[in-house]
């Protein structure tokens, strides 16, 4: 029979298996490389182990999640909370950078967009151990804010709430910048001489048209930011204090000192939950729609 | 874009670079996927061997070495390795040097370390008395300290205004403080001040310093838990004062004499790093030549000259003094070369149960705020 065989409109002959054969590689690697390791943590998550060495074993311990929530709660509180902190911070001084570039930024542009990448191929701890010299006690930002009456004597900079937000705030910037300077990049110069036309001033017209067009933007850095700044401990560690701790700090304990691996599975577990409830929400506020 | 690589020729070039990627992979594979190439393998801490020593130590034995410097934490160190060596696997390295507790458990609980090889031994007899028969290693037939410090505590005199000659003393620091994030040195220096036994430790014994410790957290009095990245702040000012071990501040001290070290009066730490022979290493008798050759007092004084820890190698200091120079100066520094006085003030943190071990770092983690 003919009819086995399909043709395409050009009269070649088309493998039914051809699209299974183009998603293989892609869902091989989320398999392998996503689902088969999310299964893992999963396992893990639910498992106790006999002894502190002993290899953990699966018995649905769902004890583990219980400890989650009632021993980390603030760890999970301060950890949502500064990367929030982070992302609104970021966002209020990466919207006028990116701004300025695209629409101001002329021949300078690469320049310009090359300005704000460069620092970040720095290590990122030596990034962030430098904002610890820069915060320092005996530093110049200390003495200048005590200067101007903004610091006490005693008061400081370094290991307080304030330095673990400066530090995640600056170590995620690009990744509000970029976005956003695409998304503005993007927008037709005409649209905003067809506002001036209208009569539409300055204020308004980037009220009405640019931030509208550039939402996008403002969406993929948001989540570009919140999202690694609220699994970090790397500025916790070194910016903050005891009192200044995130989840990311709770799980290298609980992995690498105290070898609980079924109570750091829980904790991550908990922690993807929640930032999946937390995108969801946001993609519903904000819509995802005009991503591409 | 009709020009340009069409899909079937990029689909057909991406299969051949991932074919030669993997097969570049399967090649190294070949050569030992651990990185072996018939060389000892090494691991130790950073900026812990003086720069000639391996090229000397080929030239005498023959032996080739691979030194890498990736141990810079013992959990991180045990939780990397633990998969391997728990299904008996190698883990690339034939030689490592971890602290007393970490040797105690790769040694007696969980049978992971291997015996030197005597025969091997010819320098063993150099080892000081005192660190024959540590209750980790009675008998040192696993392990051979790589050197020796004193946990104690740095302060920088121009932030304090004052000396700090006690653990209350430092408390009561005006300026920022910290301690280790290490459990036994911050707890084992605090339960010396309570009058505690760290030579037989417990969490029984330890709930007076726990309690301390916790009190000061809250307060403010203890503001942050550091490793060893405390000797800059220091240095800088950024710390008043801070628990410390003695090497560290060894070397910071000469270049700042405003940062100083003193082990409380109430008693400080001492502590070595073990080099141990991991199971499953290839060359456990090219391994005990290599520690073996840093119990020569010509080499140890050499190594000790550049890490200015204390070595656990006797005739050190004379040979310091003929190397003259700064070397020799190291001999007058009683935190390289201890008085039988300070030796008197420290004990060595004794080996906790493990129910102990667990009940005690959760406890310190929760105070860290992890």
Redesign the interface.
């Known amino acids: 029979m003919s009819g086995s065989v399909e043709r395409d409109a050009q009269g070649r002959r088309r493998a039914r298996w051809t699209p299974w054969l183009l998603l293989a590689p892609g869902v091989l690697w989320l398999f392998w490389f996503f689902y088969l390791p999310l299964y893992s943590l999963l396992r893990m998550s639910l498992s106790t182990k006999p002894?502190?060495?002993a290899?953990p074993e699966f018995s649905w311990a769902w004890s583990n999640y219980q400890q989650a929530f009632s021993d980390y709660g603030s760890?999970f509180t301060r950890s949502f909370t500064y990367a929030l902190a982070a992302t609104l911070l970021a966002l209020l001084i990466a919207y006028p950078v990116a701004y300025v570039i695209a629409f101001r930024g002329g021949r300078y542009r690469n320049i310009l967009l090359g300005l704000v990448v460069v620092p970040f191929f720095t290590n990122f701890l030596i990034r962030t151990?430098a904002w610890?010299?820069i915060l320092?006690?005996?530093g110049g930002v200390v003495s200048l804010l005590r200067t101007v009456g903004l610091l006490d004597a005693n008061e400081?900079l370094?290991?307080t709430p304030i330095a673990v937000i400066g530090g995640l705030t600056y170590n995620f910037l690009p990744f509000m910048v970029l976005p956003i300077y695409v998304s503005l990049e993007k927008i037709d110069p005409k649209l905003l001489d067809a506002a001036r036309d209208l009569y539409s001033n300055t204020w308004r017209g980037f009220r009405k048209v640019v931030l509208p067009l550039s939402l996008p933007g403002v969406f993929a850095g948001s989540l570009l930011v919140f999202i690694p700044a609220a699994g970090d401990f790397v500025n916790a560690y070194?910016l903050g204090?005891?009192?200044?701790?995130m989840i990311g700090?709770?799980v290298?304990?609980?992995?690498?000192?105290?070898?609980n691996y079924p109570v750091a599975a829980a904790l991550s577990f908990v922690f993807i939950a929640i930032v999946m409830v937390i995108v969801a929400v946001y993609s519903r506020l904000l819509g995802t729609e005009d991503l591409t | 874009m009709t020009d340009g690589v069409s899909r079937r020729r990029f689909l057909a070039g991406a299969v051949a670079l991932g074919a030669g990627v993997g097969a570049a992979a399967l090649l190294a594979g070949c050569g030992g996927a651990d990185g072996s190439d018939g060389s000892l393998q090494v691991s130790n801490w950073t900026s812990y061997i003086d720069p000639g020593a391996v090229r000397r130590f080929e030239r005498d034995t023959g032996i080739r070495v691979t030194y890498t410097e990736d141990i810079n934490d013992n959990n991180e160190w045990f939780a990397k390795n633990r998969a391997v060596l728990a299904r008996r696997g190698w883990i690339g390295r034939d030689s490592v040097v971890l602290d007393d507790w970490i040797a105690n458990r790769l040694i007696n609980r969980l049978d992971w370390a291997v015996p030197m090889r005597a025969d091997r031994l010819t320098n063993r007899a150099n080892l000081l008395a005192e660190l024959a028969d540590p209750p980790h290693d009675p008998g040192r037939r696993y392990s051979l300290p790589w050197q020796v410090g004193l946990t104690g505590i740095a302060y920088n005199r121009s932030i304090t205004g004052r000396d700090v000659r006690t653990v209350d003393e430092f408390l009561a620091v005006d300026g920022t403080t910290a301690v280790l994030t290490e459990m036994r040195d911050t707890v084992g220096l605090v339960m010396r001040a309570s009058g505690a036994d760290v030579t037989r430790p417990s969490a029984a014994a330890a709930e007076p310093a726990f309690e301390t410790l916790e009190r000061a957290v809250a307060d403010g009095r203890i503001d942050a838990f550091t490793g060893n990245d405390y000797v800059n702040d220091l240095a800088t000012g950024n710390l008043a004062a801070a628990f410390a071990w003695s090497g560290d501040v060894a070397q910071i001290t000469r270049d700042n004499p405003d940062v100083r070290f003193v082990v409380p009066e109430s008693g400080g730490l001492i502590w070595s790093d073990n080099h141990l022979i991991p199971r499953g290493a290839r060359r456990p008798g090219a391994a005990t030549e290599w520690i073996d050759w840093f119990y020569d007092p010509v080499n140890a004084a050499r190594l000790t000259a550049y890490v200015q820890y204390i070595s656990p190698v006797q005739g050190v200091a004379d040979e310091l003094a003929r190397l003259g120079g700064p070397a020799a100066r190291l001999v007058d520094d009683p935190l390289v070369v201890p008085t039988p006085d300070l030796l008197a003030e420290v004990a060595a943190f004794g080996i906790l149960t493990e129910d102990d071990a667990d009940t005690m770092d959760a406890r310190f983690a929760a105070l860290t705020g992890a």
């Open positions: 002894s502190r060495f290899v760890q151990l610890k010299t320092g006690d005996q400081v370094l290991r070194y204090n005891a009192k200044t701790t700090n709770v290298q304990d609980q992995f690498l000192v105290q070898n």
